[in-house]
């Protein structure tokens, strides 16, 4: 039997490409299409500045992207640390089909980009530059995870896309979950990392099962936020096998975000957010903290939506 189509991504920045996407979903594309489309156009935006062309850079000036796409354990592609690139997730894809690896770091990633025939591009915007030189002028602010000193106040979506750290940096990895008429559920996500980080840092976004997870007998989960909390407890992967025994989304999601919650001595900054769609379509996305929200397309449209739960609900 067909199944109902639906897609579903993180941060009202993905409201518009997620209503572009939405049509060819609908009328029987693929999920794996749809939701590399989301994570292009993001990458595209040069005004969201957690993403792709637009991202901030790393404590040195250089904005370095990461990105994966999963369809289940033995699909799945992953870049990090590109350089000279500007479509991690389309790289991360090229990787999945066309070589026998996982994952690709750096200077090889954008060699094999190379040997793939993509473009290379200058990847820092006029805007992230300006921020990063102003950002340079207050040395303390570093790191979105780890930095001392200076608290910068964690990501707050403002519902239309707009960009709304407090402190002027923007807000968090694009992660798209999409189950298409064939049944098959498809995953993918895409980041230029915490602003101003430590060079080298990669964060949860490109890691199979950190901050993606596909698995088409389970279901999928995808995380947005502070990669170093996903990191620490493999939480995309968590969901799922969570859902594999038999937890619905709802408990699987809320019980990866409670043991984060409960792990990590959580400073101001910290977000995170997980999205799980189950093989059947039933989808559940709850955050930590207030702030966050997703874009879901299904046959009622697109829109913009409040987490269906906030796990620390009193903080503002
Ligand atoms: N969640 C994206 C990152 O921490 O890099």
Redesign the pocket.
């Known amino acids: 039997m067909a199944a109902s189509p639906k897609l579903v991504s993180t941060w009202s920045f993905a409201e518009r490409p997620c209503a572009e996407a939405w049509p060819a979903l609908r009328d029987g594309g693929s999920g794996l299409d749809a939701v590399e489309a989301v994570c292009r156009a993001v990458e595209d935006d040069p005004g969201v500045d ?1 993403v792709g062309f637009g991202g901030l850079p790393d404590r040195d000036g250089a904005v370095t992207l ?1 990105g994966c796409v999963m369809l289940d354990p033995c699909r799945c592609g992953s870049v990090c640390a590109v350089e000279r690139h500007p479509y991690p997730v389309s790289l991360a894809r090229l990787v999945m089909e066309r070589t026998p690896h996982v994952m690709l770091a750096g200077p090889g990633a954008d060699r094999f980009a190379d040997e793939q025939g993509l473009a290379e591009a200058a990847l820092c915007s006029e805007e992230a530059r300006a921020k990063w030189l102003r950002w340079k002028q207050r040395p303390h602010d570093v790191d ?2 780890r930095d001392a000193g200076y608290v910068p106040r964690r990501p707050v979506d403002s519902g239309t896309g707009g960009v709304l750290y407090p402190d002027g940096s923007g807000h ?2 694009v992660c798209a979950l999409s189950l298409d008429r064939s049944g098959t559920l498809a995953g993918a ?1 895409s ?4 602003p101003y ?1 430590t060079p080298g ?5 490109p890691i199979i099962g950190h ?1 993606l997870y596909v698995d088409p007998e389970a279901g999928a989960a995808t ?6 909390l ?2 620490g407890l493999c939480s995309s992967f968590h969901v799922v096998e969570q859902m594999r025994c038999g937890a619905s989304p709802r408990d699987a999601v809320l019980t990866a975000l409670r043991r984060i919650r409960d792990a990590f001595d959580l400073r101001p900054v910290h977000q995170v957010a997980i999205i799980a769609m189950t093989p059947g379509g039933e989808r559940f996305a709850a955050a930590l903290r207030p702030g966050y929200k997703s874009v879901v397309s299904d046959e009622s449209g697109t829109r913009v939506e409040e987490p269906d739960e906030v796990v620390i609900p009193g903080e503002r």
């Open positions: 957690s990461d979105q995870s968090d990895t996500c980041t230029s990392g915490t980080k840092r990669v964060g949860d976004a901050g995380a947005t936020g502070t990669g170093e996903v990191m």
